[in-house]
């Protein structure tokens, strides 16, 4: 399947709203914390998301049994805003972007767990595989 983007809005309001993404015990899915594109270069502005986001592309192209899917934090000025980037700050835990986050649903599934990759790990093949191997 591949590296699909998303719609802030369409997240749930927090990652415990996941359970019904996942939906036994034991399942993961993955969401990618990038950011918008410059207007200027029609890149994202972070360079370590620039940098990382070609190599998860391939990564989870190659592995489409893995459900991934990008969402963007937002322009500079958004991310750099702490009100308006409380929401990723607190609520879903996004402390640098690009972040690549593992949520499972829990043995007992009631909870949501999760496990990052963040800024530069992301773009390492090798730590991918390692990352994602017990999917």
């Not at 990008?70 to 996004?94: E, F, M, N, Q, Y």
């Amino acid at each position: 399947m591949g590296l699909t983007r998303v719609n802030a809005s369409s997240l749930p309001a927090s990652p415990d709203g996941l359970k019904d993404r996942l939906a036994k015990a034991g399942d993961s899915t993955y969401l990618f914390f990038i950011v918008d594109n410059d207007a200027a270069t029609g890149q994202p502005w972070c360079p370590d998301v620039r940098a990382a986001l070609p190599v998860v592309e391939k990564y989870f192209a190659q592995h489409p049994n893995l459900d991934i899917s990008a969402v963007s934090v937002g322009s500079r000025a958004a991310w750099k805003d702490p009100t308006t980037s409380k929401l990723w700050r607190s609520t879903w835990g996004i402390g640098a972007v690009p972040t690549l986050v593992k949520y499972t649903r829990s043995g007992d599934g009631e909870e949501i767990l999760q496990e990052q990759l963040v800024e530069t790990d992301a773009a390492v093949e090798a730590k991918l595989a390692d990352f994602t191997k017990s999917a």
